[in-house]
């Protein structure tokens, strides 16, 4: 006598059903931190520290933020050891071009800081200097906080 065959979806299914586990599921619910990259938790800094200038410097919400993995290779830095953390790129002096940008570099902000604490430190030291850089200020004028620990 011939058992019958189940239908090609019951099989795949029974076969992933192994020992009556069920499926596996995610290795942790979207609201543990777990689940955030380590990109999206850096974006998520120079976010907080952007809009947390904002609020005492109005004049930012124009200015656009963004994250690069690495700095692009220039000519003028070929010959240094110096690796830049963030950079200021101003819009045209007529103002009908792309708007003040103000892009912090994700890789080497990472390899200087030590830990969680640290690496959010750091990018919000790295947006106060560009901010400055932006507004002809001091970096202290800017966030008083600035450079304390």
């Given at each position: ?9 019951e ?5 992933r ?33 952007a ?14 933020f ?13 010959d240094t ?8 790129i101003?819009?045209?002096a ?28 750091l990018?919000h030291?790295?947006?106060v ?15 008083p ?5």
């Open positions: 006598m011939d058992t019958p065959v189940p239908p090609p979806t099989r795949a299914a029974r076969r059903d192994r020992h009556g586990r069920g499926m596996r599921g995610p290795l942790a619910p979207p609201q543990v931190p777990l689940s955030v990259s380590r990109s999206d938790a850096f974006d998520d800094l120079v976010r907080d520290a809009e947390r200038l904002e609020r005492r410097w109005p004049q930012l919400a124009e200015v656009e963004a994250v690069q993995d690495v700095p692009p290779p220039t000519p003028d830095l070929a050891d110096v690796v830049p953390l963030g950079q200021l101003t819009a045209g007529s103002g009908k071009g792309p708007r003040n940008r103000i892009v912090v570099y994700r890789r080497p902000v990472e390899i200087r800081a030590k830990g969680r604490d640290e690496r959010a430190l990018v030291e790295v947006v200097e560009q901010v400055a850089e932006l507004l002809g200020l001091s970096p202290e004028n800017v966030d906080r600035y450079g304390e620990e």
